[in-house]
């Protein structure tokens, strides 16, 4: 069963993201990554959105292949700073980790 996190745009802002909510999930950023991997990083933005927090535990490998270029960030026409975002999305995963295995 897939559980829904319907505060998980609150609970990023302490690992310093607070603009996920601003994406419109136009897919500029997707289309300008040099990756043109699976609409990313589209898909986990809208993650984040939906509180789908499992889901990006799941592929946290995928935020591991951001080059952290900025192309994502400079184009978005909603300054949602998508880079800025990953970066947080990176730090809530090292914590849950962390968490997880209690140390
Ligand atoms: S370019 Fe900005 S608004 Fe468009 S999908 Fe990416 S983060 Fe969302
Ligand atoms: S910062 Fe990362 S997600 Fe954004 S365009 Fe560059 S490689 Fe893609």
Request: net charge neutral; aromatic share 8%; charged share 25%.
């Amino acid at each position: 069963m897939t559980l829904v996190y319907p505060d998980f745009v609150k609970e990023l802002e302490r690992y310093g993201a607070d603009s996920a909510s601003d994406c419109f999930n136009c897919g500029t950023c997707a289309a300008i990554c040099p990756l043109i991997y699976d609409h990313f990083p589209r898909k986990m933005i809208r993650y984040i959105q939906i509180g789908a927090k499992d889901r990006i535990l799941e592929n946290s490998d995928e935020l591991w292949r951001c080059l952290h270029c900025g192309r994502c960030t400079l184009t978005c026409p909603r300054e949602a700073d998508p880079g800025e975002v990953l970066l947080a999305l990176k730090r809530f995963v090292v914590d849950n980790h962390r968490r997880s295995a209690n140390v």
